[in-house]
């Protein structure tokens, strides 16, 4: 299928990665989105942005989630890894008009099924706080819930991919006439300065 041979495609990598490589971007709209940014390049170079247990929690900081009791270990990571590309499978599905993979499904709804952390008032009376004692699988479930909420929810005809063909960024639609071509300003700008450019050299 097309959307498998897009999910495999490997290409080797060589030179060391940049700091802009490993920069994080909020772009897509969405938490689960969000993960899915972190890994870099799904079909091109393919690099984990988080790099350790101590990454992915500031990265858990840095989009308002709790930070779990204990630092994540490889095993963690590995099923974070996994609930991220069901999320990029079920987008590359949505986007592409293709039906979705039995088990990028089974894998969201897996996670999914485990609590997520609970809240409470702060001793204040006025903030909201989360409860000790939060687990990795918790914090996954606040992503795989939140795919859920995505991909059957109000947004589910809005899940775009960016039109440059060197930012594949899958992002949600959110603008009043749903017509975002783009992820991001940055992107669109560069877009319009490439076809400038062709224009010039045409003149």
Same mark, same amino acid.
């Given at each position: 299928m097309l959307r498998d041979a897009i999910l495999d495609n490997q290409c080797e990598y060589n030179p060391p990665l940049s700091e802009q490589d490993l920069k994080f971007n909020f772009r897509s709209g969405m938490p689960c989105l969000y993960l899915v940014e972190t890994f870099g390049e799904w079909t091109r170079r393919r690099y984990d942005r988080i790099l350790n247990?101590?990454?992915w929690n500031t990265w858990l900081k840095l989009i308002d989630f709790p930070t779990p009791t204990h630092t994540a270990t490889t095993k963690d990571l590995t099923k974070m890894?996994? +609930?991220r590309r069901a999320i990029y499978g079920m987008g590359q599905s949505t986007v592409k008009n293709l039906p979705p993979l039995e088990t990028?499904?089974?894998?969201?709804n897996h996670f999914a099924s485990f609590p997520t952390p609970q809240i409470q008032l702060s001793k204040s009376g006025d903030q909201c706080e989360y409860s000790l004692g939060i687990s990795?699988?918790?914090? +996954?479930?606040l992503f795989a819930r939140d795919a859920i909420q995505l991909f059957s929810g109000e947004f589910s005809n809005r899940i775009r991919e960016c039109k440059s063909h060197i930012c594949p960024v899958v992002f949600v639609d959110k603008s009043r006439r749903g017509d975002r071509q783009w992820c991001s300003t940055n992107c669109g700008a560069r877009h319009a300065t490439a076809k400038y450019r062709e224009k010039l050299k045409d003149c």
């Open positions: 247990g101590e990454v890894a996994e +609930l990028d499904i089974q894998v969201i990795q699988e918790q914090i +996954l479930s």
